[in-house]
């Protein structure tokens, strides 16, 4: 450090109380102005004023979840308090302020990729639950990734044809003329349904694996999944 850098920073330590300005404090004398990093990603901070704005800089190109890097902040900014004895909820938000992003996550052009070919290969559906036999064409069109701080939603879409219901008490196959494709599963029972959720596990394991896998979009002490396949509205 050269005698510039070094009367910098005395001066900032002498300027920024940490008890008024505790945020402010973090910034310049804990974090040093200095980046986050995490899994390949660069949270880079931003003095100005109060909240400190975060930046996410991705040079691989990876796929991440706002809920899960705003985690990694909280995590920072509560070591920080841990060691200077600052109230941790009072201040957390203007610690951690990232601008929102749409579906709060980031999906990769290669996970993108990814997604679509393996919705592609999803061709017949002949689902068997406990009371009911549904049996459908899919034409697959797209894949909605969300992130709710803790669920990671995966919902794949497409056209759904040549649906038929089949009774597995009597064996009486109908084909649903009167359900629309977008309403089969709320058309299910509740025990058909439990099983149903149990077999897209099976039948969307390819794109589960691309986010199960990833800690910069899921956090196994904290998230769960929701899996889907459904008519595109």
Not at 112 to 132: A, M
Not at 144 to 157: A, G, I, M, S
Request: net charge negative; glycine share 2%.
């Amino acid at each position: 450090m050269n005698l510039q850098e070094n009367i910098r920073r005395v001066l900032k330590e002498e300027i920024i109380n940490l008890k008024e300005n505790p945020v402010k404090y973090y910034y310049y004398n804990y974090l040093n102005e200095n980046p986050i990093e995490f899994e390949g990603l660069f949270l880079v901070p931003k003095w100005t004023g109060l909240p400190i704005k975060w930046k996410v800089e991705n040079p691989n190109d990876y796929s991440y979840s706002q809920s899960v890097l705003t985690q990694v902040l909280y995590d920072e900014f509560k070591s920080f308090c841990d060691m200077t004895n600052t109230d941790f909820n009072k201040y957390k938000h203007f610690a951690s302020w990232m601008k929102n992003i749409r579906n709060n996550c980031y999906v990769s052009k290669e996970d993108r990729e990814r997604l679509n070919d393996n919705g592609k290969q999803i061709k017949h559906i002949d689902f068997s639950g406990v009371d009911y036999r549904y049996e459908f064409d899919f034409d697959y069109e797209t894949t909605h990734v969300t992130t709710h701080d803790p669920e990671v939603e995966v919902y794949v879409y497409g056209n759904i044809t040549n649906l038929i219901k089949t009774d597995l008490q009597d064996n009486l196959e109908r084909t649903l003329e009167k359900v629309k494709p977008s309403y089969f599963i709320s058309d299910m029972t509740e025990s058909d349904y439990d099983e149903w959720k149990e077999e897209l596990h099976t039948i969307l394991l390819p794109m589960y694996n691309i986010f199960v896998n990833n800690p910069r979009v899921y956090n196994d002490e904290y998230d769960y999944f929701e899996l889907g396949l459904q008519q595109t509205p």
